[in-house]
């Protein structure tokens, strides 16, 4: 009796109903070696290799596309029968890959990119030659703030008996540019192109000091308090002139939330602007001085040091400390730090024998503790001993000082009276010191 013969398993069944086993780690060391450049940059992630022929082409595997949404899965349909393979190109390379892309030369293209759209926006509608052009001549405020800073629309100014040169821009009539010489009238700050308007408007002018009330006179100068609203056309012309020579000075049209208070010189021809600084009616960080300017002619010669004063005689009239507003220009910071090393020293060689601290400092020259601090380390006039900080007047601060002493004593010296300036604090209203949009 024979028995019947064993069936053979089907291996195709078994082959698409058995699940898949993870192969052992000898397995995928072999295949790692046999295997291609792109089978051994996967090593260590779980992601699949669409591009393995394991998976692509095996018989009786049913390819289901993820449930995550890629690019791999927009064109595949809900059946899983199709599937979007992607290109060896599109796939992103692994930190370890053997084919690592030269980062050298990725960033060398990329700055050749960039360069390359550079030159297409430069050669736009106006090249680099013609945009300085338009700006000289335009002075469009919407464009690169530094280029219209750094490029001066007009050549000379004559202002009473001074010719300046300008050192910036400023916003005045596109008529102006092509002018030789603009005139200003040094009374009302009025401007023209030719001589011609000029003279016949000197010959009607009846103006002969700034439009405000007139708050201190010595025997030297004269400070005038101008409302910004009440005086509209004269403090915008005030700060067009002063934007030639300030860098940093954006405001020229709207000027009613401002004070002006302008030093003048006078003689039998009236009162000659010599510097102005300008202050807000309403400061919400405290600031004293929003914008300051000695005129160039009459510079080095101790004005830009009385208008820094006289605004720290109306703080302390005010019973506040005070600060310029920030950033201050080069020449501006200059003149601030020489004007408080001057203050402070003096105070303390009033008060030698008795303690000082950067308190009481401050309540006497109305300057802010942050601004006292910045001074005395600057003068390297702070040292820690017994743990706390102690004010040292140092040996080469007393010798700056008596040199100081006999520079003043050959020259002179120009200083506010307090007992002078006739000015009380105003008082505004809402809708007289907010912007008059």
């Keep these: 009796m024979e028995w019947p013969a064993p069936e053979k398993p089907d291996t195709k069944k078994k082959a698409a109903t058995a699940p898949s086993k993870a192969p052992s780690k000898a397995q995928s060391a ?30 009786g595997k049913l390819l289901r596309p993820s449930k995550a949404s890629g690019k791999e899965n927009l064109n595949a349909s809900d059946d899983g029968q199709q599937l979007t393979v992607l290109a060896p190109e599109a796939i992103t390379p692994q930190a370890n890959d053997s084919e690592d892309t030269d980062m050298v030369d990725v960033v060398a293209d990329a700055a050749a990119l960039a360069k390359a759209v550079g030159d297409t926006d430069m050669q736009g509608p106006y090249s680099r030659e013609e945009e300085i052009e338009k700006l000289r001549t335009g002075g469009s405020m919407t464009q690169n703030q530094t280029e219209i800073s750094r490029v001066r629309n007009l050549s000379r100014v004559q202002m009473g008996a001074f010719e300046m040169e300008p050192w910036y821009f400023s916003p005045y009539p596109q008529s102006f ?30 103006l002969l000091h700034p439009p405000g009330n007139e708050i201190y006179r010595d025997d030297h100068v004269s400070f005038f308090e101008v409302d910004g609203r009440r005086q509209r056309t004269w403090c915008r012309n005030l700060c067009l002139l002063s934007k030639l020579f300030l860098d940093h000075k954006t405001l020229y049209y709207d000027v009613d939330p401002f004070l002006f208070y302008c030093m003048t010189t006078r003689d039998e021809h009236g009162c000659h602007l010599v510097g102005y600084f300008s202050k807000e009616k309403e400061s919400a960080e405290g600031y004293n001085v929003a914008c300051i300017l000695t005129l160039p002619q009459y510079q080095r010669k101790g004005y830009g040091k009385l208008l820094i004063a006289f605004s720290y005689e109306l703080s302390k009239r005010e019973g506040k400390l005070g600060s310029p507003e920030k950033p201050l220009s080069d020449l501006g910071l200059l003149g601030y730090r020489a004007y408080w090393q001057e203050t402070i020293v003096d105070i303390l060689l009033q008060k030698e024998n008795e303690p000082a601290n950067v308190e009481d400092l401050a309540a006497l020259s109305a300057m802010t503790t942050g601004d006292v601090l910045h001074t005395l380390q600057n003068l390297n006039m702070l040292r820690y001993t017994k743990g706390q900080h102690v004010i040292v007047l140092t040996e080469k601060v007393i010798q700056d000082k008596e040199r100081q002493r006999e520079k003043e004593r050959v020259k002179g010296k120009r200083e506010i009276d307090p007992k002078r300036l006739q000015w009380k604090p105003p008082v505004f209203t809402a809708s007289s010191r907010t912007w008059n949009w």
Excluded: W
């Excluded at 070696?33 to 992601?47: A, F, I, L, N, P």
């Excluded at 010489?181 to 009846?206: D, G, N, Q």
């Design 177 to 206: 540019t092509d002018s030789d010489m603009v005139h200003i009238c040094e009374f009302c700050l009025s401007y023209f192109a030719s001589p011609l308007p000029f003279t016949r408007h000197r010959a009607k002018c009846t």
């Design 30 to 59: 072999l295949t790692q070696k046999k295997g291609s450049r792109v089978d051994s940059s996967r090593e260590g992630t779980s992601t699949p290799d669409l591009l393995a022929p394991t998976t692509t082409n095996q018989p």
